[in-house]
């Protein structure tokens, strides 16, 4: 009798688009748009990256739930860069 492996969790990376700063939340007196353990229904806003002023809202593709931030606020991005862990 072999017992059955546990299934993993998909994991997806939430990246920036766009070379800017990451900001997790909408202002800066306001509570950030997700935190580690929030759950994600497709086309959440996770975090912006503002460029010359010109704020761009990150979404996600999958729902999920946030198992870990990379990025603080406040913090330079790069394209490509991941920001953010999720799992199904």
Do not use: N
Not at 37 to 54: D, F, H, R, W, Y
Not at 56 to 78: F, Y
């Amino acid at each position: 009798m072999k017992l059955e492996e546990p299934h993993e969790m998909a994991q997806h990376e939430i990246v920036s688009p766009l070379p800017g700063t990451f900001y997790r939340r909408p202002s800066p007196d306001a509570a950030p748009f997700v935190d580690v353990g929030s759950t994600l229904a497709p086309g959440a806003v996770v975090g912006i990256v503002e460029v010359m002023k010109q704020f761009t809202e990150i979404e996600t593709a999958a729902a999920g739930r946030v198992v870990e931030i990379l990025v603080d606020d406040g913090e330079p991005v790069d394209a490509g860069q991941v920001l953010m862990r999720t799992e199904e």
